[in-house]
Nanobody, 118 residues
Framework: QVQLAESGGGVVQAGRSLRLSCGVS????????MGWYRQAPGKQRELVAQ???????NYADSVKGRFTISGDGAKNTVYLQMNSLNPDDTADYYC????????????WGQGTQVTVSS
């Protein structure tokens, strides 16, 4: 069974940093495309950051230069380092594993809440 477990969310002041963690079980994260998504109140879910098995990364324009996605193979864990947080970053953040081979299934964690105060 593939399971994803996010942690690290919380309430922070604008300008501060947080690091989210996504523990992966039942799969080797570095063999899949991993992503962080977020959904803010009243808004649609959006891709925040993504890392492929080759190590290439993609970021939403709104977080470029502030967020970094990375992974630790020994811990089978993916991270999202979030710096210079602003209130627009307030959302529920979800870890995603996308298989790069058929059936190309997606797996999701239960989410972790991030609230950034002014």
């Amino acid at each position: 069974q593939v399971q994803l477990a996010e942690s690290g969310g919380g309430v922070v002041q604008a300008g501060r940093s947080l690091r989210l963690s996504c523990g992966v079980s039942g799969a080797i994260f570095r063999l899949n495309t991993m992503g962080w998504y977020r959904q803010a109140p009243g808004k649609q879910r959006e891709l925040v950051a993504q890392i492929t098995p080759t190590g290439s990364t993609n970021y939403a324009d709104s977080v470029k230069g502030r967020f970094t996605i990375s992974g630790d193979g020994a811990k089978n864990t993916v991270y999202l380092q979030m710096n210079s947080l602003n209130p627009d970053d307030t959302a529920d953040y979800y870890c995603n594993l996308h298989q790069t081979w058929p059936p190309r299934r997606d797996y999701w964690g239960q989410g972790t809440q991030v609230t950034v105060s002014s």
